[in-house]
T-cell receptor, first 113, second 113 residues
Framework: EAGVTQFPSHSVIEKGQTVTLRCDPI?????LYWYRRVMGKEIKFLLH????????ESGMPNNRFLAERTGGTYSTLKVQPAELEDSGVYFC???????????FGQGTRLTVV | KQEVTQIPAALSVPEGENLVLNCSFT??????LQWFRQDPGKGLTSLLL?????REQTSGRLNASLDKSSGRSTLYIAASQPGDSATYLC????????????FGKGTLLTVNP
């Protein structure tokens, strides 16, 4: 069974550009999460989808970040326009309702220059 | 305010030693606690999940315990090996409909041959 997959693995963009990250959760997992780790900090929650609906987006830093999950399958996270402080590793995770064990992808390392 | 704290931040041990990694959390309204391993440049690998009703979980040489009343969890690694070298992260999931994981900063473990 395939795990959580994320694309791309690395992205280097200039300040002001747009970047779209993609996450494919484990098949059958209704819950999908985005997390981020910036340099020197702990991994922090961004948002949580249940199927195609946003259950909790309290961790989204500002309106330059837009997450979607059309059809309740894969999800995208768009950053527009990107700023230097957006650099970090963006993780996607998915889980079933029970036992709610979260499985993480390999992450996308975003560097904004 | 740091909700999840991991001590020590780094640990270096000789091969074969038994060791304990500590995780403490400030909110006892916990649904479950999950231990992860992260290798350099890689994603998070789930090691053990402890539900709030459980006191411990075991997988091979790993044993994780949970004490909700004191807000603590420990990860015990028996007979450590160089391949155990990685960053170990604990994350708590809050209660109710709050599915998000709150992470500690991790413990960087080095097992020397």
């Amino acid at each position: 069974e395939a795990g959580v997959t994320q694309f791309p693995s690395h992205s280097v963009i200039e300040k002001g550009q747009t970047v779209t990250l993609r996450c494919d959760p484990i098949s059958g997992h209704d819950n999908l999460y985005w997390y981020r780790r910036v340099m020197g900090k702990e991994i922090k929650f961004l948002l949580h989808f249940v199927k195609e609906s946003k259950q909790d987006e309290s961790g989204m830093p500002n309106n330059r970040f837009l997450a979607e999950r059309t059809g309740g399958t894969y999800s995208t996270l768009k950053v527009q326009p990107a700023e230097l402080e957006d650099s970090g590793v963006y993780f996607c995770a998915s889980s079933q309702d029970w036992p709610s064990e979260a499985f993480f992808g390999q992450g996308t390392r975003l560097t904004v220059v | 305010k740091q909700e999840v704290t991991q001590i020590p931040a780094a640990l270096s041990v000789p091969e074969g030693e038994n060791l304990v990694l500590n995780c403490s959390f400030t909110d006892s309204a916990i649904y479950n606690l999950q231990w992860f391993r992260q290798d350099p440049g890689k994603g998070l690998t789930s090691l053990l999940l402890i539900q709030s009703s459980q006191r411990e979980q075991t997988s091979g040489r790993l044993n994780a315990s949970l004490d909700k009343s004191s807000g603590r969890s420990t990860l015990y690694i028996a007979a450590s090996q160089p391949g155990d070298s990685a960053t170990y992260l604990c994350a708590r999931r809050g209660g109710g409909s709050n599915y998000k994981l709150t992470f500690g900063k991790g413990t960087l473990l080095t097992v020397n041959p």
